[in-house]
C-alpha cells in the first residue's frame, strides 16, 4: 500500500522528462476534459433552449475580455520564460515575483470588474445589439455572477504557469475537469430552482475547483501568497515582454465581440450555434494542437540559444502535430451531422439547430490545423522572448476576420456558418505567416522542402475522407431514402434492395454504430495511405501505441537532458 501511495504521489508530482510524455499526458488529460465539456454542453443543450444559451454564452464575452486582457495575456506568454530562467539563478526571487505579479493582476481584475460590472447593461447594448431589453437585464445578471468566477482564475492561471514552468503538467491539465464539472453539477441540481443562473453558479463552483487543485503542489514546491507589489527587473521584464500579447489578446477579444455582434443581429439562437459548434472543432485543436505547443515551450525556451536543437524540436512537433490533426478535422467535416446530432441531440435541439451547428461546424474545420499551427509557432516566438512577431501576425489575422465577418454577414447576408468561415480564413494567414517567419529566422530548409511531410498528410487526409463520405452516403438508410446521394441519381441503384445493408440512422444506437465504423475505416485508409506515401511520421505514430500499450512507457530524453529544471524547495511542506 505503501509502495501504491508512492508512485501515486510521484505521478501527480515529478516533473515530465520529455516533450513526447509531457504532450501525451497533456493530450490525454484534455481529451477527458474536452468529452467532459462535451457532455457539460449536452446538459446545457438538455435543460435550455438555444435562444436562452446565447444569453448564458454571451454573458462570458464581457467578464473574458477583462480577464484575458489582464492576465492570460501574460500567463500565455512572458510568465513561463522568464520565472523559469529567473529559478536557475535565484530560486527565491523567482517565487517572489510571482507572487508579486499575482497580486498585480489581482488588483487590476478587481477594479475594471467593478467599474465593467456597474457599466453592463450599456455595454451589452454595443456588444449585441440583436438582443431586446429583457435579455440584456438577463445577461447582465449572469455576468456580474461570472466576474467572481474569473477572479479564481486571476489566481490559477499564475498556477498553472509555475507547475508548467517546473514541468509539471499533470495537476495542470487536470484542472478543467473540475471546472466542467462545477458547471455540470451547478446546472444538474439548481435548474429546477434556478434556471439559466444554475450554470452561471457552476461556473464559479469550477473557478474555484480550477484553483484549489493546483494550489496543494504550488505550495509544496514553493509558491507563496505575500502583499508584495514590488516592481523588480524580473517584474518589468514580464511586463515588458506581455505588452504585446496584451495588445494580440486585446485585438482577439474585439474580434470576439464582433461574433457576438454580428451573431446577435442574426437571430437570438445563433451565438449558440457558433459557441457550439466552437467546442466541438476545439476538441481536435486542444488534443493535438495546444497540448504538444504547451509541452514544447519549456523544452524551447531551455533550447533557445541552441539553434539546432531548437529547429529539430520545432519541427519535429510541427510535422507530428500536422499527421495527428489533418484526419482529425477531415472526420469532423464528413461526419458534421451526426456528430451534432450525438452530441447535442436533445428534444429541444431541434433538426434546424442540428444543421445550422454542422454548417458551423464545417466552418471552423476548414481551419483546425491553422489554429493548432498558429499555436505552437507563436509559442515558438516566445520561447526566443520575441513576443513582438506573433503579436503584429496575430492582429493583422484578426483585422483580416473581422473584415470578413463584416462581409459575409452584412453584405452577402450568410447564416452564422459564415463567422466560423471568416474565423478559419483569419488562422490560415495567421499560421502561413508564423511559418515562413520562423524558418527564416531560424536559416531552416527550403520553404517547400518544409512543406513535403505536411504535403503527404493532406493527400492521404483526402484520400481518407473520400472514403469515409463515400461511406456515409451508402449505408445511411436517409440518405437512400430520400435521394440526396449521387447514387441516387444512378437508374440501377433504384432496384437495390438498401434496407438489407443499411442503418436507420433516427435511433441513436445505429447512427453510433454508423459514425465508428466510418471513422475507424477512415483511420485505417489514411494510416494505409500515408505508408505508401512513406511517411516519417505514421512510424512515429506507431512506434508511440507501440511504447504507450506494449512497452506501458514513454522514451525519455537523453541523459543529459534528465536534469530538472529547479530543485525542489528544501522546508515546504508534504502533501
Avoid: C
Avoid at 450 to 478: E, N, T
Avoid at 525 to 548: A, C, D, E, P, T
Amino acid at each position: 500500500m505503501k509502495k501504491l501511495i508512492s508512485k501515486s504521489k510521484k505521478l501527480f508530482t515529478s516533473p515530465q522528462s520529455s516533450i513526447l510524455s509531457a504532450a501525451t499526458l497533456i493530450m490525454f488529460m484534455i481529451i477527458i476534459s474536452r468529452l467532459l465539456g462535451l457532455v457539460r454542453q449536452r446538459i446545457l443543450a438538455h435543460f435550455f433552449l438555444p435562444s436562452e444559451l446565447s444569453l448564458f454564452f454571451a454573458a462570458f464575452r464581457l467578464p473574458d475580455l477583462v480577464f484575458e486582457v489582464l492576465v492570460f495575456g501574460t500567463f500565455s506568454s512572458a510568465f513561463i520564460p522568464v520565472f523559469t530562467k529567473s529559478l536557475k539563478k535565484k530560486e527565491g526571487q523567482a517565487w517572489q515575483t510571482a507572487s508579486t505579479v499575482v497580486n498585480i493582476g489581482l488588483l487590476l481584475f478587481v477594479v475594471f470588474s467593478i467599474l465593467f460590472g456597474f457599466g453592463a447593461d450599456k455595454i451589452y447594448s454595443i456588444f449585441a445589439p440583436g438582443y431586446n431589453s429583457v435579455e440584456r437585464a438577463k445577461i447582465v445578471q449572469l455576468v456580474k455572477i461570472l466576474f467572481a468566477a474569473q477572479g479564481f482564475f486571476v489566481i490559477s492561471y499564475a498556477l498553472t504557469g509555475v507547475l508548467e514552468s517546473l514541468r509539471r503538467f499533470l495537476i495542470p491539465a487536470l484542472a478543467p475537469l473540475f471546472y466542467n464539472l462545477g458547471i455540470i453539477l451547478g446546472t444538474l441540481f439548481l435548474n429546477s430552482k434556478m434556471g439559466l443562473l444554475a450554470p452561471a453558479i457552476g461556473v464559479v463552483i469550477g473557478a474555484a475547483s480550477h484553483f484549489l487543485i493546483q494550489l496543494p503542489l504550488a505550495i509544496r514546491l514553493g509558491f507563496r501568497f505575500t502583499t508584495s507589489f514590488r516592481i523588480t527587473k524580473d517584474v518589468k521584464k514580464i511586463g515588458k515582454l506581455a505588452l504585446p500579447r496584451i495588445l494580440e489578446v486585446g485585438f482577439l477579444q474585439i474580434s470576439k465581440i464582433a461574433e457576438l455582434f454580428f451573431s446577435s443581429l442574426i437571430s437570438t439562437a445563433a451565438y449558440t450555434y457558433y459557441t457550439f459548434g466552437n467546442s466541438l472543432q476545439l476538441l481536435p485543436v486542444g488534443i493535438f494542437g495546444i497540448s504538444i505547443a504547451k509541452a514544447a515551450l519549456p523544452t524551447l525556451s531551455r533550447q533557445a540559444n541552441e539553434s539546432n536543437k531548437f529547429k529539430k524540436t520545432l519541427f519535429s512537433a510541427l510535422y507530428d502535430m500536422f499527421f495527428l490533426i489533418i484526419p482529425a478535422a477531415t472526420t469532423l467535416v464528413i461526419l458534421r451531422v451526426p456528430v451534432i446530432r450525438l452530441v447535442y441531440g436533445t428534444s429541444i435541439f431541434n433538426w434546424e439547430a442540428t444543421v445550422q451547428t454542422g454548417y458551423v461546424l464545417s466552418g471552423f474545420a476548414l481551419g483546425i490545423v491553422f489554429q493548432a499551427v498558429a499555436a505552437l509557432l507563436a509559442r515558438s516566438f516566445y520561447a526566443l522572448q520575441d513576443t513582438k512577431t506573433p503579436v503584429i501576425v496575430s492582429v493583422v489575422s484578426i483585422l483580416l476576420t473581422i473584415l470578413a465577418d463584416f462581409y459575409f454577414i452584412k453584405v452577402l447576408h450568410l447564416e452564422v456558418w459564415g463567422l466560423a468561415l471568416a474565423f478559419s480564413i483569419g488562422s490560415f494567414v495567421q499560421a502561413t505567416t508564423l511559418f515562413y517567419l520562423i524558418n527564416k529566422k531560424l536559416n531552416g530548409i527550403s520553404f517547400f522542402k518544409a512543406l513535403l511531410p505536411i504535403s503527404k498528410s493532406i493527400v492521404a487526409a483526402f484520400g481518407s475522407g473520400s472514403v469515409m463520405y463515400l461511406m456515409l452516403k451508402v449505408f445511411d438508410r436517409s440518405v437512400w431514402v430520400k435521394r440526396l446521394s449521387f447514387l441516387g441519381k444512378i437508374e440501377s441503384t433504384k432496384t437495390i434492395p438498401f434496407e438489407k445493408f443499411v442503418l436507420d440512422t433516427r435511433y441513436t444506437v445505429n447512427l453510433i454504430g454508423l459514425t465508428i465504423i466510418v471513422s475507424l475505416i477512415g483511420i485505417a485508409v489514411y494510416l494505409g495511405l500515408s505508408i505508401m506515401l512513406k511517411s516519417k511520421q505514421v512510424w512515429i505514430f506507431f512506434n508511440l501505441l507501440k511504447r504507450i500499450f506494449v512497452k506501458r512507457k514513454i522514451s525519455p530524453i537523453p541523459a543529459k537532458e534528465t536534469e530538472s529544471v529547479v530543485p525542489t524547495p528544501s522546508g515546504t511542506t508534504e502533501i
